[in-house]
């Protein structure tokens, strides 16, 4: 039998839909998303509940209605935490504790969460720690005592339940502390980034969703053990490798963060380091999921977090990967492409899984590399 479950959070996941015009995800699709989230922090969902509002309650993120229906069903599901879809104001994380008498998360610490299992090297793990640490300072003061100690489950790793106790001070001290040591690996890494220049060769860095198929596009490609997992941020810290043209010459690759709807602009300035990885490069390869049924906003969602980083006029070339998931490949892809709604044509359909049409891809790379700069190609 499997033990673990009675010391599993049982989760509620609430998410408010603000009807204010503006295109963007139906609160079911992105509270799927959220479950998968969850699951992924080692939570069971027991429920969810969507309200739609002109905008979300200052105090309380749901209405006092729904709030009340949210209370009553506690006896049914007997949920031991709730998770939020998206970022709660310190005052309406505290004022729902307060009324629920539940732990309450949000889509935020969700991630980072995540992020701090999925971190490996001493650059993830300091990247990480430091959004964890931002994201606790304005939630400090307040918090239920007894909601301190419960501990143990999702969004509790990193810091840790003592440095709940620890004053404002000591988190702001240790915050400056990270920074430093980041600040540190971030010199090594510029002067390990100047070596690779110096070799001249171009460099590709993979973008995309998580869970898009980066890393086992990734490692067909260059033979690289990559873990690929179905689960979401399965990759954290940033690889690079060589690979080798059809025509001879050579590139390098890197594989990185996936992105994700709703990504913290704190998680984005933490990853300071792993997104310059993105400017760095000549070309991004952006793997798509055209398997998955919001691939179309995926899309979208992603190339906004690029132009926000400031690499939006990269060029891009575009796989949509999984092929080998769809019954009738060219139909699919036709109005995939229209659906997508880009002015861009650099695309070419692959199987990261199969290999299927990966050397169209390589031979894309290679035009699309010759074209910018051909002294460069190596
Ligand atoms: N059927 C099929 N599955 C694929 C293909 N490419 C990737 N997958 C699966 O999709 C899941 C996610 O793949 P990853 O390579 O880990 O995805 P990723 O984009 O690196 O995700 P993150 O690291 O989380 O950002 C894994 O279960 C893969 O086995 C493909 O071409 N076909
Ligand atoms: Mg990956």
Redesign the pocket.
């Known amino acids: 039998m499997h033990s673990t479950s009675a010391e599993r959070e049982q989760a509620l996941l609430i998410a408010v839909e603000v009807r204010d015009g503006k295109a963007q995800w139906p609160a079911e699709e992105s509270l799927a998303e959220l479950r998968r989230l969850a699951e992924s922090a080692g939570a069971d969902v027991v429920g969810q509940q969507v309200q739609h509002l002109a905008e979300a309650s200052v105090s309380h993120y749901v209405g006092r209605g729904k709030l009340r229906e949210i209370a009553d069903l506690k006896p049914e599901l007997n949920y031991t935490i709730l998770i939020a879809d998206d970022e709660l104001t310190p005052r309406q994380q505290r004022t729902l504790e307060h009324e629920l008498e539940v732990r309450v998360i949000d889509r935020t610490a969700l991630i980072l969460d995540i992020f701090a299992r999925q971190a490996r090297t001493r650059e993830g793990k300091l990247q990480v720690e430091l959004a964890q640490h931002q994201y606790l300072l304005p939630r400090l003061v307040g918090r239920w005592a007894h909601l301190e100690r419960l501990g143990g489950g999702i969004g509790t790793r990193g810091p840790g339940e003592s440095q709940l106790e620890t004053d404002r001070r000591l988190i702001r001290r240790h915050i400056a502390r990270l920074e430093n040591d980041l600040e540190a690996v971030r010199r090594h890494r510029q002067v390990h980034r100047s070596r690779r220049r110096d070799r001249g060769m171009p460099l590709v860095a993979l973008v995309?969703y998580?869970?898009?198929?980066?890393?086992?596009?990734f490692n067909t490609l260059s033979q690289a053990g990559v873990s690929?997992?179905?689960?979401?941020?399965?990759?954290l810290d940033p690889v690079t490798r060589r690979i080798q043209l059809p025509g001879g010459k050579a590139f390098l690759m890197t594989?990185t963060?996936?992105f994700i709807n709703k990504l913290p602009p704190s998680i984005i300035a933490a990853f300071r380091t792993t997104l310059e990885e993105l400017d760095e490069a000549d070309v991004l390869l952006h793997?798509m999921?055209i398997t998955h049924p919001d691939a179309a906003r995926q899309h979208a969602a992603v190339e906004s977090i690029l132009a926000n980083i400031g690499v939006g006029a990269k060029p891009v070339i575009t796989a949509l990967?999984?092929?080998?998931?769809l019954d009738s490949g060219n139909e699919t892809l036709t109005t995939l492409h229209e659906k997508l709604d880009t002015a861009r044509t650099d695309f070419v359909a692959?199987?990261?899984?199969?290999g299927w049409n990966l050397s169209q891809l390589l031979e894309l790379i290679e035009s699309t590399l010759q074209s910018l700069e051909p002294s460069r190609v190596a």
């Open positions: 995309g998580t869970n898009a198929g980066k890393s086992a596009l690929t997992e179905d689960r979401l941020f399965s990759t594989d963060v996936g793997v999921d990967n999984k092929v080998d998931l692959v199987s990261a899984a199969t």
